[in-house]
């Protein structure tokens, strides 16, 4: 399990608001790290004018990408070239925890944290007087999660549009100046040999299965094997033995099986949303008293095991339907494959080559009005991305 949970009192990182140290940084350092960490070794960069345009006439910018990697937020660095801006960042308050060295690097990127196991206020009115003051561009990624898929868009966050329309409703009360929203749609392109690329992981990953190497098999049925038999040990780990039924029936199985008992202790009952959106609310209670360090260590280990079954439901929700086929463009497979060894090993190895587009949509206009339940402005910032991403109305590529 990757550590998203930090059981500590919860602190605000400020961005930071210099430009000479982030621009050195990102010539040196961050076209390196996407070469070696993520295999990316080219990018493009289309409509970026859009954004300088707005920057010159003074609007506040809100750029809300797609997520499908974990290289997304040092993917940005291309669009910053592009734009002549440096950018600031929203970005979870685990990621600041994870080393001296990484803390100070993001910072210095722009990034300042945000608190997804409770009300961050000091992030809110950040992320507000960023787009108030139209300082830089800010980038908040709406899904809230990588979805480590080109063709699927998940759930966008609603908070989201509260912080454009509090910094809108601020910009017409001063000087009367815009908030804009460009959504902005990531792609991956993978530019090598597909069979050799995915060879040593799969046989790898079948080796930890006790198996021989499957190489008899063509690649397609040889990764659904693979995912089969890891969806069965989880299955004998938490239910005592394989279930029947196709692939996806049983892992909403596993996932209802995961999380309802836990909605029942902490939520008064199974939840509805995206799995995503039930885990995030699960993991705001569970953490409450942990943090505040009044309870037992049998009651700390309990919930550390909790929070590892959260875990397990969010990774298998995002294994998305009917994604895999015949016809599947090579990258649906090299991200499957890359999901089951993140799953097994909590990290996924580099597979250059790969290019990375970035498609700036145009600019949404946010409105200064608050509004009651679903929000319009986000459904036209979904819209956006998925005509930018060729998804259809469900979501999933065309």
């Known amino acids: 399990m990757q550590e998203v949970v930090v059981d500590q009192p919860y602190q605000f990182v400020p961005p930071h608001r210099g430009g000479l140290l982030p621009r050195l940084l990102g010539k040196l350092l961050i076209p390196r790290l996407l070469r070696q960490r ?65 803390r100070f690097v993001i910072r210095m990127m722009g990034a300042f944290s945000i608190y997804r196991e409770g009300m961050d206020r000091a992030s809110l009115q950040c992320a507000m007087e960023i787009l108030e003051k139209a300082e830089r561009p800010l980038v908040i990624f709406p899904e809230g999660a990588v979805s480590r898929t080109n063709d699927l868009l998940n759930p966008l966050m609603e908070g989201i549009s509260t912080i454009a329309r509090g910094a809108a409703r601020k910009r017409a009360a001063g000087d009367g100046g815009k908030v804009v929203i460009f959504p902005l749609a990531f792609r991956y392109h993978f530019e090598g040999q597909i069979e050799e690329t995915l060879e040593p992981v799969l046989s790898q990953i079948e080796q930890r299965l006790s198996w021989a190497p499957q190489r008899q098999l063509d690649l397609l049925p040889r990764v659904r094997r693979v995912g089969l038999a890891l969806l069965g040990l989880k299955e004998i780990e938490h239910l005592g033995a394989t279930q029947s039924g196709d692939l996806f029936t049983r892992v909403d199985r596993l996932i209802d099986h995961l999380l309802h008992p836990l909605e029942e202790e902490w939520l008064d009952g199974p939840q509805k949303g995206s799995v995503v959106q039930r885990s995030k609310k699960l993991r705001q209670v569970i953490l409450k008293g942990m943090v505040s360090g009044n309870i037992e260590d049998s009651e700390r280990e309990r919930r550390w095991q909790q929070f590892s079954a959260l875990y397990l439901a969010q990774q298998l929700s995002l294994y998305p339907r009917g994604y895999l086929s015949e016809d599947s463009p090579v990258e649906r497979l090299l991200e499957t494959v890359e999901r089951f060894e993140e799953d097994l090993t909590d990290v996924a190895r580099a597979y250059p080559p790969q290019r990375v587009t970035l498609h700036v949509c145009d600019p949404i206009e946010v409105p200064a009005e608050k509004v009651r339940g679903e929000d319009p402005l986000m459904q036209l910032v979904e819209s956006s991305l998925k005509a930018a991403l060729g998804l259809s109305d469900e979501g999933m590529a065309r």
């Open 38 to 102: 993520y295999g990316i070794v080219d990018s493009e960069v289309y409509g970026a004018e859009k954004i300088r345009a707005a920057i010159d006439a003074g609007h506040g910018i809100l750029i809300t990408p797609n997520h499908p990697r974990p290289a997304d937020p040092m993917a940005l660095y291309p669009l910053c070239q592009a734009t002549r801006s440096l950018f600031y960042a929203m970005a979870s308050w685990h990621i600041f925890m994870e080393g001296k060295l990484q």
